[in-house]
């Protein structure tokens, strides 16, 4: 087992780092290269356990797939099985975006219900009843679920919800269906028009991604190729609040302001202010008083879930009181109570958090929740409190963000990874 130990909190962040790309751009990309037998190069891929599952997924289904720092080539000529293992499953629930693609390709699909963070239920359900629509069958069995259409078809489909999983899947499928299907109330965020970019340099002929209708013509063929992904927005949005938290001055590069819109009002309401320089942004330091906020997480472009916990440490200094308002998931709190082992205050009902700002936080053994941003939370808790902070059970910290602890040593923060026995870790 892994950790984070920061030796010393209370230190200002001064610095500048490059954001990397986006892993949840890049998974649902990943999965698209099965729609097509051929090499794909795939440019500023993170270096994550997430990416490493997808690729063993695709290495399973027969295809070929190697990792040279931030670039992945993908040869999918060879692959020829439409079953996705169990394990790899259980380990990732963006496995579930293979469905499409399998389905568009061969006309089948054999998969086990999915896994990965635990923050509240995902279900597949809705990709299963978009699918349907498109003349798919489907029988479940044992925990397993089997699709088949001997061609899926081009169908108006209303999602009931904005889910981004769901609305890839269905991209993914419809891009090779027969006829056109046109997706209402389409999921909007920024990782969705990049798929609709990769899925068009295929061949494809979608529009629309970015709004709530997404209209795609079906092609009987597409072709491989060449595509760099979007920068990671949570990523830059965790480490604007890194600086915020610690009144220090962080200068983050490869970064598409317009992304971060949400996010930046409310750094901007909380008492900071963000210098924005074509692709660079820079938070600026100051000795004002943290304002308190009232968050309530929405599809894109209202406020991300995934920057939910990371305000709810900052918000733990707020001269006032906070409500924070969780929307997206039901059982996205559970960073609450590791950072009141840290002197924070706050109360959870239901969905809600009620933060009463302290003056310090205090450094402490905490353990991060299964779910990546919680982690997150509280390594930006770390940052700010007084004495040394632990954080054990980081795997899923490290699902989400590339070289954390290296990236926030450049900006000068105490900060190691550590073994299970306390030792750092030198790798």
Known sequence: MEGIRILKGEKPLQGEIKISGSKNAALPIMAATVLHPGEFILHD???????????????????????????????????????????LMRKMRASILFMGPLLGRFGKVRISQPGGCSIGPRPIDWHIKGFKQMDAVFQESHGFIAGKSSQLQGKEIHLDFPSVGTTENIMLGAARAQGVTVIRNAAREPEIVDLQNF????????????????????????????????PDRIEAGTFLLAGAITRGEVKLHNVIPEHL???????????????????????????????????????????????????????????????????????RMKHAEELKRMGARIRVEGRTAIVQGVDRLFGAFVESPPALRAGAALVLAGLAAEGETVITDIEHIQRGYEDLVGKMKALGAEIELISVNGEEKND
């Open 45 to 87: 891929i993170p270096v994550l356990k997430d990416i490493a599952v997808m690729r063993e997924v695709l290495i399973s289904l027969g295809g070929r797939v190697e990792q040279r720092g931030n670039s992945i080539f993908i040869d999918t000529r060879q692959i020829d099985s439409i079953e996705i293992p169990d394990q």
């Open 199 to 230: 899925l068009n340099s295929m061949g494809a002929d979608i529009f629309g991604a970015g709004t709530d209708m997404i209209k795609i013509s079906g092609q009987k063929t597409l072709k491989a190729c060449e595509h760099t992904v979007i």
């Open 261 to 331: 819109e949400a996010t930046l009002a409310k750094i901007d309401e909380a008492g900071f202010k963000v210098r924005v320089e074509g692709e660079t942004l820079t938070l600026l330091p100051t000795d004002e008083k943290i304002n308190p906020l009232e968050i309530k997480t929405q599809p894109y472009p209202g406020f991300p879930t995934d920057m939910q916990p990371q305000f709810m440490a900052l918000m733990a200094l707020a001269e006032g009181t906070s409500l924070i308002s969780e929307n997206i998931f039901e059982n």
